[in-house]
């Protein structure tokens, strides 16, 4: 398994107790249209992501993450000593 194979294995792992609807999770899954998430969950998914990941991600770059795949691309940016 790659590294981003692991991270997306990882991230639908954080998602699972927030997925309230039991959507299908793919590359594509939207956090606001396929999940319906409200801002409050997003803060709380967002918090879970930083402390298992040790990285910080900016309110600025959350405006920018739709899909999972997206999320998936920008935790493994910051792991890897990126913005």
């Known amino acids: 398994m790659t590294d981003r194979e692991e991270t997306f294995a990882k991230i ?3 998602i699972a107790p927030f997925n309230k609807k039991d959507a299908a999770l793919t590359e594509t899954t939207t ?9 409050l969950t997003v803060m ?4 879970a992501i930083e ?3 040790d990285i910080l991600i ?3 770059m959350q405006a920018e993450i739709e899909t999972v795949g997206q999320l ?6 910051l ?3 990126g913005e």
């Open 79 to 81: 792991r890897n000593g």
């Open 72 to 77: 998936v691309n920008a935790v493994e940016d």
């Open 44 to 47: 709380d998914f967002v918090a």
């Open 58 to 60: 900016t309110m600025n």
């Open 12 to 14: 639908a792992e954080l």
């Open 31 to 39: 956090f606001a249209g396929d999940l319906e998430w409200d801002s």
């Open 51 to 53: 402390d298992e990941f």
